[in-house]
């Protein structure tokens, strides 16, 4: 009887102390599960800024002025121009 | 000594019986009464103890959503959330000294005054600055003021700016759509925030997950018709027709003829979106869309389509327009060139409002609306967007002959732009009237027939000689393509009266063979030295048009020297 008794005061304590162990395990991957929650915004905030930064690189205004003005580049015109037929032959301009 | 007293010792040290059993049920007592107690607070008290224990540390957060992304039908980002940052604080926790008032105040960009006012108010909750950068928040999160709270909330940015302003629209600081795209969509573009229930502890962090109450609904993307090549163009061309003709106001609208989407829509005046601060409502208001104007000669096509459908008359059929007069009710109708006897095509060809008259008032009443109002006037045109306006076709049992006359070549009628060039899609599609869609289709639409293959064709052919050398707009020829469209030079009505002022425009597809691109044009009271809808519009419509079908990779249709600019422009009125 006693000797049971021994037996489960000892599983009582040894389940009471992996509980504590697992709640605090628990704890700190919630932390660290927090803390990559902030790290994949962050990443958001910066994957938003880089959208915006490209389009606005793109923008065709800025393209077009940048092609005007610091690569000289100009619309063909139309003695510049030939075109050419699927059959190969050169059409008259 | 008295010995007698010893075994009274002897009594005193051997207690009596009672007081032990006297302090056992004590003890048991007060075994019984913590029993009862935990009984009390576990079991019949729980409920309101373990709310208030919940009060203290359980929290109910927001998990914000944010806003779907507005993109061009190539994926090309039109209008985006970014995540920044409102500071609040709840005035009555704050603790700040004079020195870390100023340190804020520097850091949120605002005067320490203006900062203490807001401190001092007797809310629970004040936002200090809504919406700043993440590097700005960080800066005001590091200076660690207890009482001084971050939010997380999303800005809407446009990084075309003021080239789609019109058409997107904006949002307001909630994020909520207010006007365009952005209001029109809302449903589908909006997110809604979820929330969660959470364990904190005293310094605020969250230490433990315990329920999610709503999943948070993030917005869904929106894919455009738009695309921003060409819209980049018609907002440059028509800002620049606009400036250099001194006007008030100028639109243009560029539509797939096949399927009724909107490739681009730009006006000027216009704003920046991505800073509202001073923009006037004029400058807001999407005109090609809310604004509605007397056409002018470019309704004439539809006079012509509808004389054609009926059999009254053939492209070939010569119309006595006589000295440029016709007296109807005492009211007299103008050309500005009187020519005598022309043919249907040439009244087009020309602009002859005599002609065009005449072949309206062949019509009854009811045929002539008929083909009006199947052609889109007078009604929506599908495009969803708010504030859209319907445009005024009068029932045509209130017509007199005159208004029947008058509305042949655009008086008395009044249209939006994008109505207009909806209409002119039953031309580019052998008769079928398409519905207009802001948002990228798969396929192609089935649309309204309203004209027979044969009359669509007809009068295309007849819009390809207004480009033509004896034309009203030769400038709208464009170099390898063939060019169908219609000029317009309306006389604008002041308090019921047409006064000298203009509405220049001009309707017209390419390539004329198999007509891919409608470019509407419309410029409001050019007040340079011209004002003709051949002048003013059409280049517009020929830098744009050229350009465009460049961009699209649209296969030439005509010789390269198609372009004769040798006879002057044939100029006209309405």
């Known amino acids: 009887m006693t000797r049971l008794n021994v037996l489960l005061l000892i599983l009582v304590v040894a389940c009471a102390l992996g509980v504590v162990t697992s709640q ?10 927090q803390y990559e929650k902030e790290r994949a915004q962050q990443m958001d905030v910066e994957w938003g800024k880089l959208q915006l930064e490209q389009s606005t690189l793109v923008m065709p ?9 610091q690569l000289q580049m100009h619309l063909p015109t139309s003695d510049q121009m030939h075109l050419v037929r699927i059959d190969g032959s050169e059409a008259q301009p | 000594m008295n010995y007698a007293t010893l075994p009274q010792t002897s009594s005193q040290l051997a207690l009596p019986a009672w007081r032990s059993r006297a302090l056992f049920v004590l003890l048991l007592l007060v075994m019984l009464a913590l029993f009862v107690r935990a009984v009390y607070l576990q079991g019949i008290h729980n409920d309101f103890l373990q709310q208030k224990g919940d009060a203290r540390y359980v929290r109910v957060i927001e998990v914000p959503a944010h806003r779907g992304m507005i993109t061009d039908r190539n994926g090309e980002p039109l209008a985006i959330s970014t995540p920044v940052e409102s500071v609040w604080a709840s005035p009555a926790d704050v603790e700040i000294d004079l020195r870390q008032l100023m340190n804020l105040a520097r850091v949120l960009g605002m005067s320490p005054e203006a900062l203490r006012d807001k401190l001092q108010t007797r809310r629970d909750f004040v936002y200090l600055k809504r919406q700043l950068p993440p590097e700005q928040a960080r800066k005001v999160a590091a200076l660690g003021i207890p009482g001084v709270s971050l939010q997380r909330e999303y800005r809407r940015y446009y990084p075309a700016g003021e080239v789609t302003s019109h058409l997107l629209g904006f949002t307001d600081v909630d994020d909520n759509g207010r006007e365009g795209i952005e209001l029109a969509l809302q449903a589908k573009l909006g997110g809604k925030p979820g929330s969660q229930r959470v364990i904190k502890d005293r310094r605020g962090h969250v230490v433990e997950d315990v329920a ?3 999943a948070p609904k993030e917005g869904g993307d929106v894919a455009l018709s738009i695309d921003s090549k060409l819209q980049f163009l018609a907002f440059r061309e028509i800002k620049q027709a606009v400036i250099e003709h001194k006007a008030k106001s100028g639109s243009i609208v560029v539509l797939d003829a096949k399927n009724g989407e909107v490739l681009a829509l730009a006006n000027w005046p216009t704003y920046n979106p991505n800073n509202r601060a001073g923009a006037s409502l004029g400058a807001i208001r999407n005109r090609a869309v809310t604004d509605l104007f007397e056409p002018g000669s470019t309704m004439k096509a539809f006079a012509a389509a509808a004389a054609l459908e009926e059999g009254k008359y053939k492209p070939d059929t010569r119309i006595d327009t006589g000295d440029g007069k016709l007296t109807i009710n005492g009211r007299t109708i103008h050309d500005t060139h009187p020519d ?4 249907v095509s ?4 020309k602009s002859s409002n005599v002609g065009a008259a005449k072949m309206a008032l062949s019509l009854t009443p009811q045929t002539f609306w008929g083909h009006l109002s199947g052609s889109g006037f007078g009604m929506h045109t599908g495009s969803g967007f708010p504030g859209e306006a319907t445009g005024i076709l009068r029932n045509f049992q209130t017509w007199r002959p005159i208004e029947q006359a008058t509305m042949s070549y655009g008086n008395g009628i009044s249209v939006s732009l994008l109505q207009l060039a909806r209409a002119y899609t039953v031309f580019a599609n052998d008769g079928v009237l398409k519905p207009i869609s802001m948002l990228r289709q798969v396929g192609h639409p089935a649309g309204e027939p309203v004209y027979s293959l044969r009359t669509a064709r007809e009068v295309r052919d007849m819009l390809e000689l207004v480009v033509k050398p004896g034309g009203t707009a030769p400038l709208a020829q464009i170099r390898g393509y063939r060019v169908a469209g219609k000029t317009g030079t309306a006389h604008k009505l002041q ?16 390539p004329a063979s198999d007509p891919r691109l409608i470019v509407a044009v419309m410029v409001d009271e050019p007040s340079g030295a011209e004002y003709y809808g051949g002048l003013v519009a059409a280049p517009v419509f020929n830098n744009v048009m050229s350009a465009s079908l460049r961009a699209l990779d649209v296969p030439y249709d005509a010789p390269l020297n198609n372009v004769l600019q040798s006879a002057p422009l044939v100029e006209e009125e309405t």
Do not use: C, P
């Open chain 1, 24 to 33: 605090h395990k628990a704890r700190k991957l919630f932390v660290d599960l």
């Open chain 2, 495 to 510: 308090n019921g009266r047409y006064v000298d002022e203009y509405v220049a425009s001009f309707v017209g597809m390419a």
């Open chain 1, 61 to 69: 205004a800025r393209v077009e002025r940048l092609a005007r003005q």
């Open chain 2, 340 to 343: 005598g006897v022309m043919t």
């Open chain 2, 346 to 349: 040439q009244v087009i060809q």
């Open chain 2, 212 to 214: 999610s109450l709503r």
